[in-house]
């Protein structure tokens, strides 16, 4: 229970993924504000402002005495936008490290996604050695792999320690994206339609648990590293089973 101390900031914690962490924060006796560009909860101290205004993220830092962020402030993926993406995604979670490292923060989670790692082709039983593809898929997944670096380049920087994580689909309560998508093929009478040879597999993640994620990687941030380190350990080949 070494936790109990640490001021959380979950950037993006009016968001579906966001939500639940700050739920789970909640729930396990934790204090917890939120940083986001929309206000839907009013439970707990609430900042408004945008990741790609480094003045309002250290603002936003120093007065809730922010210790942890959780960082999940994205634009939703399937946008044809990919100056948003960039803005957003790279120099937003870039303004983020920069305020994090001025103002002592000790922590920084980042929700990544799965999909920096995926170009089209079939990805199976791979591990956090895979290489970005040198083709990115499209924007939004470029932007996330640019993000992640940047996130795990600042580790060590004025004390700051740095994750990220990469969840496949999140499905749930409060989700906007997947059961709305579902739906709206549903409703244009679009599921006569057959992916491939009908084999393809996808994970999916229930919310609850990626959000459980979040809380054990910022809880593990401060144990010593796995060893050997994943560095000294041979890269897989992109896929491990055909
Ligand atoms: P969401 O759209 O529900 O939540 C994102 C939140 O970020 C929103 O509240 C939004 O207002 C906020 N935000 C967006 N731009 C901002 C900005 N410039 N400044 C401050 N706040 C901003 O999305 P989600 O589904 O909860 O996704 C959360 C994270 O998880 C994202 O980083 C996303 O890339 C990642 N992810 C999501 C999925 C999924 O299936 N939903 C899968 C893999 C990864």
């Known amino acids: 229970m070494a936790q109990r101390k640490e001021q959380y900031l979950v950037i993006g914690g009016s968001g579906f993924v966001g939500r ?9 006796g934790d ?7 929309v206000q839907r ?17 250290a603002d936003a830092l120093k007065k809730s005495g922010t210790t942890c962020i959780i960082h999940t402030a994205s634009p939703p993926a399937g946008l044809n936008d990919s100056a948003l993406y960039f803005k957003v995604n790279v120099d937003g979670t870039k ?11 000790r922590k920084l989670v980042f929700t990544s996604s799965a999909g920096v790692v995926f170009n089209g082709d079939d990805i199976v039983n791979i591990d956090e050695r895979v290489p970005f593809p040198e083709v990115p898929m499209d924007a939004y997944n470029e932007s996330k792999a640019k993000a992640e670096d ?36 549903y409703e244009r009478g679009q599921t006569h339609f057959q992916i491939g040879d009908n084999t393809n ?3 999916w993640t229930y919310v609850g ?20 380190p994943l560095s000294t350990l041979e890269t897989p080949p992109r896929t491990l089973q055909e």
């Open 41 to 57: 909860y009013h439970d707990v101290p609430f900042y408004s402002g945008d990741i790609t205004d480094e003045t309002q993220i």
């Open 31 to 37: 204090s917890v504000s939120v940083f986001d560009i």
């Open 201 to 203: 597999l996808f994970d």
């Open 209 to 228: 648990n990626v959000a459980r994620a979040h809380l054990l990687a910022a809880d593990k941030l401060d144990a010593p590293p796995p060893s050997p």
């Open 95 to 105: 303004a983020v490290i920069a305020a994090a490292i001025a103002t002592g923060v």
């Open 20 to 28: 639940h962490i700050v739920q789970q924060l909640l729930d396990r």
């Open 150 to 185: 940047a996130v795990l380049a600042a580790n060590g920087k004025n004390g700051l320690l740095t994750v990220a994580l990469r969840p496949a689909g999140i499905f749930g309560p409060g989700d906007r994206q997947v059961m709305s998508g579902l739906y709206q093929v």
